[in-house]
């Protein structure tokens, strides 16, 4: 599979801060790919060179292949975190603006912006005002406004926030819409769950370095502990947790269930099966709860960040 | 891509289109008529009111020269004391009292001589009469010395010197005025220009990085392109409301002066009096034909084009400053500290103008500040009437050109970084550092 995007070695200073040290990401096409990063780590540096918005100090960009240039301006979409529209302009009139600033003509633009107005069912809101808008409101346009030109990478940076939990579901859908006709999605959040939720592959950046990179489905195999999480209901618990932490690693677990269980996290060692453990545990009792603890994106970010 | 023409049309119908700014257009003028016809008419009734001076001339010398005027009634009171003259006068609401104390030496006349009132009286009044009672004891004093006034008078003449250049163009006092108001409007259009639409340029970038659009924007168009769009867009709105204003402040002087029958010339400035001052002494008839042959005399063409090059120079100059400052804050109110020494020039040219150039426009502060490339557009305006050597008007504007392409430069520069800059205002030495990004 080919990559959208490759940025190879880039880094950024501002005086003697350093924005981006010698950063390199591939965005597969078609993926949608989780940008990560603690606070002021670099993320928004990097995805502003990708928009040509600042020029790199060294190292290169690739967009479909080809070195980055003006070109390319509208192959990208770009809904920025800090974002807004002129207040005093209409709806339409701004939305046009902003649609021909992306190359395209009039005309094509006003289908395309009607089309979408109907489908997001705010086709009345075309003569009003910006500030007769609600923050909600804006952002469904700034949405819109971002996607019209049907670029070949999107990228979003924390498009969730001030929206609604319906208007989010809507947003997601879209997002996940505009994937399927072919496009890539860059997504930079801090809301682990939307990353868990949509993210194919994902890129780790802290203090102006990437830290981790890849697959998700890769990374989380890469950081599971082989613990699993056990609930067996048995006529003697303590003995049975006693003979348990004999044989292997254990701790207690804590969560919902019906009886009142023995819950444990048992680790395994690289060469016990958890067939095997599944296997001593149903002749202790009746096996209600087991589950290989899969490692969630927000551990993986707390640990490698803390790592370094 | 360019962008550049969409930009400019959208700056422009922003511009045009907002509220405030059709109202400003078409109150600007009213208010400013309003205002004038206030003027001339307050300044009517004030010379309107009558005044009553009573003399107490004791020595009987120089009472006659007080005849009575359009708004001054001169009393003569006769044998009377000084005590009684004070009290009539207080009693008859008079405007105050002149008293001349009783004596034969002249020099011991002028040196005691009071003006009593009940307030201060206006400068005007107590000039007035100064000159009077002055002419009167100097012809006292030459009849003395056995001198015939009349004879003064016979011998005394007006010179008016007539003025050719060189090349045998004539010219005249009338021509310097003539030459004088097209400089100072030049000038003063500049600096009028510079002020109301750089601060709107500013205003308007300002507007971009408060409402957040400005990183959508600039992810379609550079920086440098949405600046001088910005630059374009705004003052062909400018240009736009500046004929309007001429249109309707046209119609309006000229109805209100027929409607009311005021003549709206007496709201003068201090420079129209100057002018005026300046061509007493000539005969009526001749001015107008000589205010005519002026305009003839000027050299038009060169006035024109440079008008339009260093008008066009200066401004994008000053606005692209403007724009670098409307990018380096927040908000309005951060602007002042980095406004001033953008202003600070401007002021000086001005006034340098007004001054300098008034006085001898081939002079060495009016030549050299009309070459520094931040005074030079307002200070070469008011310079070209009165003919400045072709090689002067090219090395300014070379001038002003190189330094508009590094203020360009520069601008874009801190407006490149500050405008994704938020939070803090920036001093001059974070300012310096950006051009280095």
């Known amino acids: 599979m080919s990559n959208i995007l490759e940025v190879q070695n880039v880094s950024k200073n501002f005086g003697s801060f350093t924005a981006l040290n010698k950063v390199s990401i591939s965005v597969p096409k078609g993926s949608i790919y989780g940008l990560l990063g603690p606070n002021g780590a670099g993320k928004t540096t990097l995805i502003r060179i990708v928009n040509q918005i600042t020029m790199p100090d060294s190292g290169q960009v690739f967009l479909d292949g080809t070195p980055l240039s003006g070109v ?16 005093s302009m209409k709806v339409g009139e701004q939305a046009l603006y902003l649609a021909q600033l992306k190359g395209l003509s009039h005309k094509e633009a006003k289908a395309r912006l009607k089309y979408w107005f109907e489908r997001l069912e705010i086709g009345d809101w075309w003569n009003k005002k910006i500030q007769e808008l609600s923050k909600g409101m804006a952002q469904k346009i700034q949405f819109v406004v971002t996607v019209l030109h049907q670029p070949k990478l999107l990228i979003f940076d924390e ?21 399927e006709d072919g496009a890539t999605v860059i997504f930079s959040t801090h809301r682990m769950e939307s990353v868990e939720e949509l993210c194919d592959d994902i890129a780790l950046i802290h203090k102006s370095n990437k830290i981790l990179d890849g697959k998700l489905v890769d990374i989380k195999r890469q950081y599971k502990t082989n613990t699993y999480e056990v609930g067996i209901l048995a006529q003697n618990k303590e003995n049975l947790e006693q003979e348990l932490s004999k044989k292997f690693q254990t701790s207690t677990a804590s969560f919902k269930t019906l009886g009142d269980e023995l819950k444990l996290n048992i680790k395994l060692t690289d060469v016990e099966k958890p067939n095997d453990l599944l296997g001593y545990l149903c002749n202790q009792g009746q096996v209600s709860h087991f589950v290989e603890l899969i490692p969630s994106v927000n551990e993986i970010f707390i640990q490698t960040v803390k790592n370094h | 891509m360019n962008h550049l023409p969409l930009i ?3 700056e422009y119908l922003t511009k045009v289109k907002n509220k405030s ?14 205002l004038i016809t206030v003027v001339a008419y307050l300044s009517q009734l004030n010379n309107d009111k009558q005044r009553t001076i009573c003399i107490l001339d004791e020595t009987g010398l120089v009472q006659d020269v007080f005849k009575s005027e359009d708004n001054t009634t001169y009393n003569i009171l006769e044998n009377m004391s000084l005590v009684d003259a004070k009290e009539l006068v207080r009693q008859t609401e008079a405007y105050g009292l002149l008293h001349l104390q009783g004596s034969d030496n002249l020099d011991s006349i002028s040196a005691h001589i009071k003006f009593y009132s009940e307030e201060s009286p206006s400068l005007t009044i107590i000039a007035n009469l100064e000159s009077k009672i002055d002419k009167k004891i100097e012809n006292l004093k030459l009849q003395e010395k056995g001198v015939d006034i009349a004879m003064i008078e016979a011998s005394k003449t007006n010179v008016n010197i007539n003025q050719e250049s060189f090349d045998g163009e004539k010219t005249s006092k009338i021509d310097s005025v003539v030459k004088l108001f097209f400089g100072s409007a030049a000038g003063y259009l500049l600096f009028m220009f510079i002020i109301i639409y750089g601060n709107m340029i500013m205003r308007s970038v300002i507007e971009e990085k408060t409402s957040r659009i400005i990183e959508v924007i600039i992810s379609s168009v550079k920086p440098m392109q949405l600046m001088l769009g910005k630059i374009i867009g705004t003052s062909l709105a400018g240009i736009t409301q500046f004929i309007i204003w001429l249109f309707i402040g046209g119609a309006l002087l000229f109805t209100v002066s027929i409607v009311f029958g005021i003549d709206t010339s007496q709201a003068q400035s201090p420079n129209q009096q100057m002018i005026e001052g300046a061509m007493q002494n000539s005969n009526i008839n001749m001015q107008i034909q000589d205010v005519y042959n002026s305009l003839h005399h000027l050299p038009m063409t060169n006035l024109i084009i440079a008008f339009l090059l260093f008008f066009i120079g200066g401004y994008l100059l000053y606005s692209s400053l403007y724009a670098a400052i409307g990018a380096a804050v927040d908000n309005e109110t951060d602007t002042q500290q980095f406004l001033l020494p953008v202003l600070m020039p401007l002021i000086l040219a001005v006034y340098i103008g007004f001054f300098t150039v008034i006085e001898d426009p081939h002079g060495t502060v009016s030549t050299v500040f009309s070459f520094i490339p931040l005074t030079s557009p307002v200070v070469m305006l008011m310079r070209i009437p009165f003919g400045v050597p072709l090689w002067q008007q090219v090395v300014s504007l070379l001038l002003l050109i190189s330094t508009f392409i590094f203020t360009v430069w520069f601008a874009a520069k801190i407006y490149r970084v500050g405008i994704l800059m938020y939070g803090k205002k920036p001093s001059y030495k974070e300012l310096i550092k950006w051009i280095k990004y």
Not at chain 1, 73 to 87: Q, T, V, W
């Open chain 1, 72 to 87: 390319h301006i509208k192959d990208i979409g770009y809904l920025p975190e800090e974002r807004g529209l002129y207040k």
């Open chain 1, 159 to 179: 498009p969730f926030s001030g929206f609604d939990p319906i208007n989010a579901n809507l947003i997601k859908d879209e997002i996940l819409k505009l994937r």
């Open chain 2, 8 to 10: 400019i049309k959208r």
């Open chain 2, 21 to 34: 700014f059709i109202v400003m257009t078409i109150l600007s003028p009213i208010l400013v008529i309003v």
